[in-house]
């Protein structure tokens, strides 16, 4: 998995690429681990090609560490086969999701 | 059931990756003579997922007393499902199929009932020292070409 | 070289597409890693054919006293190749490396040395009563995404 | 694999779809003996996915019976990995090869 990232207004785009599982799910826990708790985040999933329920719990601990720092974070361009995941575990309940990333940023 | 294909791979989460594309791939091969082409990437996805999941735990719940420890995934198929065994030498489990609490904001527990949910259905067994968890999906689609 | 995965297929030529498909996802994944995209197509191609080839061996030319016979496909890489070995306990054989005379319209006989031109090394060895044929090919292309 | 046929002035045009293999070329071997030996062919490649040794030698096995029976055997279509198998073993030496099937057809 890669990971890049960007400024739009207050939020940080984290742009992830490629696998989401239990191999590469550390690497964006540190990666994340290394910003300011407060830092309000995107997280663009549109190149993830595959997500499995470890890339959701990396997700949703980086979500449960925002909300504790009072920060905002967001998901934007889930494809079908991430957004599965999302729905069957009702993940996507704790996320407030966007098809655009810029939308996200604005919102 | 036929046994078809049986992999083995060393328990390394680097390995959860093959494991997964080979299980749609084998996946997509079965459907290939069964399917309408319209279910086929669903029916690989599901493999490709709880093949994943299921991969993953093994190495995670590994007995640190096995460094060589390797994880054995065996394919069987009849002419109207596709059955996929996850076997390792882990301490026994329960495969439950709770939801978690989503609410609580969990970073796990969320496998085993995704793979319940995926597939059509799900047993295991304890044999020896082994587990073998078996997962299987109905191909109800027609005869292709 | 570190064994990544094996595969264990019965010894019935019906799974000569499954293997021969399986080894092109393999060397795929493999050159993911390590291959520039443009070769990754030829690399692919060369696993599928030789492993077509070595696999329909395998089954063909079985003792008839072996009904439950299976044939293991094993592969193992470092950072510069790939290799498959074919292992099969059939009666021990030559692994000829020469072009079948083509002017006299031969049936066969071409399996081993289209190996042989397609891969980099081959390598066969008889242990106990065991054939394992090692095809090798270099990925010498760079590191990729 | 598939078989499918017609007919173009005096050929039977054999259209093969699919992988030829040794578990396939068996088909091939039948379905062609079941036709008189003085009959011309063109095999129309075109759909072949995948072909191997064992699909090369039903080819050649043809080839010879048509050559000992005066009949003609075209091919046509040939995709690259295909090509790739008759220019390993220098079996085009042994076949007339078209881009086309008409063109085989008529020449
Ligand atoms: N292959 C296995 N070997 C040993 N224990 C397992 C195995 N698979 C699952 N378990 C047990 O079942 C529990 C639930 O697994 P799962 O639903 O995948 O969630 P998680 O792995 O995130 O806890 C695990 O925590 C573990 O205790
Ligand atoms: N796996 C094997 N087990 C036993 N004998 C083999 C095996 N592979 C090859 N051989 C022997 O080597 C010969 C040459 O094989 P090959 O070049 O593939 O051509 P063909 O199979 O068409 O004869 C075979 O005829 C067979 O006698």
Redesign the interface.
């Known amino acids: 998995m890669n990971i890049s990232e960007k400024t739009i207004n207050n939020y940080t785009i984290v742009s992830l690429q490629g696998?989401l599982?239990?191999?590469s799910a550390p690497k964006l826990k540190t990666y994340i681990a290394g910003m300011p708790d407060e830092q309000s985040l995107v997280i663009d999933l549109e190149n993830v090609e595959?997500l499995?329920?470890?890339g959701?719990?990396?997700l949703?601990?980086i979500?449960?560490k925002k909300?504790t720092s009072s920060a905002i974070m967001k998901l934007a361009r889930m494809n079908e086969?991430v957004k599965?995941?999302f729905e069957?575990?009702?993940?996507y309940?704790?996320f407030d999701i966007y098809d655009d990333v810029s939308a996200a940023a604005e919102a | 059931m036929n046994?078809?294909?049986?992999?083995?791979?060393?328990a390394n989460?680097?390995?959860?990756?093959?494991a997964?594309?080979?299980a749609c791939?084998?996946a997509e091969?079965f459907a290939d003579c069964t399917c309408n082409s319209a279910d086929i990437a669903e029916f690989c996805?599901a493999y490709?997922?709880s093949v994943?999941?299921a991969f993953?735990n093994s190495?995670?719940y590994a007995k640190p007393s096995q460094p060589e420890k390797q994880v054995t995934i065996r394919f069987s198929s009849d002419d109207s499902a596709l059955a996929v065994s996850i076997i390792d030498t882990n301490p026994q489990f329960n495969p439950v199929t709770k939801?978690?609490d989503?609410?609580s904001?969990?970073?796990?527990g969320?496998?085993l009932?995704?793979i319940h949910?995926?597939m059509d259905t799900v047993s295991y067994t304890r044999e020896d020292d082994t587990n073998i968890l078996t997962m299987t999906k109905q191909a109800t689609m027609t005869h292709g070409?």
Not at chain 1, 88 to 91: E, H, L
Not at chain 2, 3 to 10: F, G, K, S, V
Not at chain 2, 13 to 18: E, K, Q
């Open positions: 696998i599982n239990a191999s595959f499995d329920s470890s959701l719990g990396a949703v601990g979500a449960r909300k086969r599965k995941v069957i575990t009702q993940a309940t704790l | 046994p078809i294909i049986t992999l083995t791979l060393q989460l680097r390995y959860a990756r093959i997964s594309i080979l791939n084998i091969i996805h490709e997922l994943s999941e993953t190495v995670r939801a978690p989503i609410s904001y969990p970073e796990g969320y496998g009932f995704l949910r995926l070409t």
